[in-house]
């Protein structure tokens, strides 16, 4: 299997941009969690789908922030409009439940938004 | 409120010496521990867990001890070695409903050749 897959591995755009991430899960997870990656807070958690529904994005920072999966190997995060202070690694990652210990938990390689 | 806490930023230690990275948490609802192993331009990997029936579980050179009254975790890497050098998350998380994991802030680990 490939993993996690995310487009595009960078990103430089300018303050004001619509901004659009990517993520392929790994076929047969069911679960799949985006995450932000800061100096300041490590590793939150922004949203996550089971069965390509969204169950909790409490950790959405702003309604500049969506998420959607239309599907079981797409999802995608969008920023509009993009701030300086949304630049940071954003991680996708996917698991499947019911396997105990990890549950398989696999992150992809991350995107490195940079919003000038 | 961090529920997930790794007080150290960094640490820097000798190549074949002991590395010894701590994790503390609030959440006494937490039963399974889990450390991440990063490296740059790369996701977070798996490393090792524990579960809070045990205090102790040991995976070749790296060992996870839990001390559950203290609510404190830590990971240790022995022999250290300059692969090694990465960026080491804790997280913890609860059996029931949600298992989803409760990720520390990392900690940059250095081993110098």
């Known amino acids: 299997d490939a993993g996690v897959i995310q487009s595009p591995r960078h990103e430089v755009t300018e303050m004001g941009q619509e901004v659009t991430l990517r993520c392929k899960p790994i076929?047969?997870?069911?679960?799949l969690f985006w995450y932000r990656q800061t100096m300041m807070r490590g590793l939150e958690l922004l949203i996550y789908?089971?069965?390509?529904?969204?169950?909790?994005d409490s950790g959405m920072p702003e309604d500049r922030f969506s998420a959607k999966m239309p599907n079981a190997s797409f999802s995608t995060l969008k920023i509009q409009p993009s701030e300086p202070r949304d630049s940071a690694v954003y991680f996708c990652?996917?698991?499947?439940?019911?396997?105990?210990?990890?549950?398989?938990?696999?992150f992809g390689s991350g995107t490195r938004l940079t919003v000038v | 409120d961090q529920q997930v806490k790794q007080n150290s930023p960094s640490l820097s230690v000798q190549e074949g010496r002991i590395s010894i990275l701590n994790c503390d948490y609030t959440?006494?609802?937490?039963?399974?521990f889990l450390w991440y192993k990063k490296y740059p331009a790369e996701g977070p990997t798996f490393l090792i867990s524990?579960?809070?029936?045990?205090d102790k579980n040991e995976d070749g050179r790296f060992t996870v001890f839990l001390n559950k009254s203290a609510k404190h975790l830590s990971l240790h890497i022995v022999p250290s070695q300059p692969g090694d050098s990465a960026v080491y998350f804790c997280?913890?998380?609860?059996?029931?409903?949600?298992?989803?994991?409760?990720f520390g802030r990392g900690t940059s680990l250095i081993v110098h050749p």
């Open positions: 990652a996917s698991s499947m439940a019911g396997t105990g210990g990890n549950y398989g938990y696999t």
């Open positions: 076929s047969g997870h069911d679960y």
């Open positions: 789908f089971n069965n390509n529904v969204p169950i909790d």
């Open positions: 959440n006494s609802m937490f039963d399974y």
């Open positions: 524990i579960s809070s029936i045990k």
């Open positions: 997280a913890a998380r609860t059996s029931g409903g949600s298992y989803i994991p409760t």
